[in-house]
C-alpha cells in the first residue's frame, strides 16, 4: 500500500508555530504579499530578511507534536511505500525523525545565495546581509519558494501520487497551488483520499478526519495500519 501524506502550516499550530491564514489572513502580523514574493524582497529587503530571521529564531522555542511522531511512526512501518510532502519550512517532521521528507516550499534553516546559487543550512540572521560562505558576496536570501516561484521536488511528489493508494491532506486550507491540486490528482490515478483538519476544509476528499493533528492524526494511522493488517490477512 503506497501512501502520500501532504501537510500543512496546521500540523506545526499546537506546536505553537503560526499558520498561515488562521490569524485572519495576517501572518506573524504581515500580509503574505508583503513578505512572500520575490518583488517584496527586492522591495524592503530587510523586512523580508528580519520576517525570515524571526521565524528561524521561533524554532529553536519550539519541539514536535504527537502529528510529527505519528506520521515518523508511519514511515518507519511503510518504508519506501510512504512519501511525506510538506508545505511548511520549519524542521518538525525531521526532529521528530521522518527521514523521507520533501519540503516543496523550501526551509527556513536554510539559505541560497543569489549570485553562486549554493544552498547551505543556516542558523543565524540574514539582515545583517553576511557574506556567502562559497563566494564571498553579500546575496544570501531564505531557501523558500515565495509565491510566483516553482516549487521544489514536484518531480517527485508527480512521481509518487502517480503509483498512490492513499493520499492524505493534513492541516492545509487547501488555498496555495500546486500542492492544493495534489488531492485531485490522487483521485484521477484512484486513490483512496483523507483530510485531516479542525475544520471540515473544502476539497473533495472521500474521508475527513475533524480535530486538532495531534488528537487526529496518531487515530488515522492506527486506522490505517490496523486497515493495511487487515488488508494482508
Ligand atoms: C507556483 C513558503 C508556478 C514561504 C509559501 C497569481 C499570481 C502568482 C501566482 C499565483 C496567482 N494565483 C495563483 C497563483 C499560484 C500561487 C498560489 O497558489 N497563490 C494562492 C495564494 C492563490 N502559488 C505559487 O505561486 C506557487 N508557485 O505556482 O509556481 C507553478 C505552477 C504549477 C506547478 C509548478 C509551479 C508557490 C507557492 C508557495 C508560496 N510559499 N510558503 C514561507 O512559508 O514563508 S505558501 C504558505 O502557504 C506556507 O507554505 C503554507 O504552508 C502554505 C499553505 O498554507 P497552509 O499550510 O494550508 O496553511 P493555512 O494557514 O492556509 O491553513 C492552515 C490549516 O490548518 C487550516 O485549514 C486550519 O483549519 C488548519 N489547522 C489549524 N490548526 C490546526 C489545523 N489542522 C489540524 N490541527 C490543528 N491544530
Redesign the pocket.
Known amino acids: 500500500m503506497k501512501v502520500v501524506v501532504l501537510?500543512?502550516?496546521?500540523?506545526s499550530?499546537?506546536s505553537g508555530l503560526?499558520?498561515?491564514?488562521?490569524a485572519d489572513g495576517l501572518?506573524e502580523g504581515h500580509r503574505?504579499e508583503d513578505?512572500?514574493?520575490p518583488e517584496a524582497f527586492a522591495y524592503d529587503r530587510a523586512l523580508v530578511q528580519r520576517?525570515?530571521d524571526e521565524?528561524r529564531a521561533a524554532l529553536a522555542r519550539v519541539q514536535p507534536n504527537a502529528?510529527h511522531r505519528a506520521l515518523a511512526d508511519l514511515e518507519r512501518r511503510l518504508g519506501d511505500d510512504f512519501l511525506l510532502v510538506?508545505?511548511?519550512?520549519d524542521d518538525l517532521h525531521e526532529r521528530a525523525g521522518s527521514r523521507r521528507v520533501v519540503h516543496?516550499?523550501?526551509r527556513?534553516r536554510h539559505v541560497r545565495c543569489e549570485e553562486c546559487g549554493a544552498r547551505l543550512e543556516w542558523e543565524g540572521t540574514l539582515v545583517d546581509e553576511p557574506p556567502c560562505p562559497e563566494c564571498d558576496r553579500p546575496a544570501l536570501r531564505?531557501d523558500?519558494?515565495?509565491?510566483?516561484?516553482?516549487?521544489y521536488g514536484?518531480d517527485e511528489i508527480h512521481a509518487a501520487i502517480e503509483q498512490v493508494d492513499v493520499f492524505a491532506a493534513?492541516?492545509?486550507?487547501?488555498?496555495?497551488?500546486?500542492?492544493?491540486?495534489f488531492v485531485d490528482y490522487a483521485h484521477a490515478v484512484g486513490a483512496h483520499t483523507v483530510a485531516?483538519?479542525?475544520?471540515a476544509?473544502g476539497g473533495d476528499f472521500h474521508t475527513t478526519y475533524v480535530?486538532?493533528?495531534?488528537?487526529?492524526?496518531p487515530r488515522w494511522v492506527e486506522d490505517l495500519l490496523a486497515g493495511r493488517l487487515a488488508a494482508l490477512d
Open positions: 501537510t500543512g502550516a496546521g500540523i499550530a499546537e503560526a499558520t498561515f491564514r488562521d501572518w503574505p513578505v512572500a514574493t520576517f525570515y521565524r502529528a510538506t508545505q511548511n519550512v516543496m516550499h523550501g527556513l531564505p523558500v519558494v515565495w509565491f510566483g516561484e516553482y516549487p514536484m493534513i492541516g492545509t486550507s487547501g488555498v496555495v497551488y500546486p500542492a492544493a491540486g485531516l483538519n479542525t475544520v476544509t480535530g486538532p493533528a495531534t488528537e487526529v492524526v
